[in-house]
């Protein structure tokens, strides 16, 4: 079993920061790629960015590349974003997510068996 546990939220200015973390336990966090995905009111989960398991490869959605950044320090077994020039439409509950399969990575939310409570991200303009 794996917990995924965010925190970080809150509310942020337009052209502000927030940073978000990520704690998980109960496997080999190194193993695995790590994703933070989100969902506005009224829409679908999204994808926001991911990190593979050594961190050389990162992946973003268009929305936020430039702006935002993910990363990871294994020995804490936390992954972080940090969010940057934020916009009002960032404004979403922020979960963060491990996939079932070791040494893949992968942005596809299909795959991701293991998700945090979610973070309630709220920017206002």
């Known amino acids: 079993q794996v917990q995924l546990v965010e925190s970080g939220g809150g509310l942020g200015q337009t052209g502000g920061s927030l940073r978000l973390s990520c704690a998980a336990s109960?496997?080999?966090?190194?193993?695995?790629?790590m994703s933070w995905f989100r969902q506005a009111p009224g829409k679908e989960r999204e994808f926001v960015a991911a990190?593979?398991?050594?961190?050389?490869?990162?992946s973003y959605a268009d929305s936020v590349k430039g702006r935002f950044t993910i990363s990871r320090d294994n020995a804490k077994n936390t992954v972080y974003l940090q969010m940057n020039r934020l916009k009002p439409e960032d404004t979403a509950v922020y979960s963060c997510a491990a996939p079932g399969r070791a040494y893949y990575f992968t942005i596809d939310m299909k795959e991701y068996n293991y998700w945090g409570q979610g973070t309630q991200v709220t920017v206002s303009s």
């Open positions: 990190i593979s398991r050594n961190s050389d490869v990162t």
């Open positions: 109960g496997r080999t966090f190194s193993s695995y790629t």
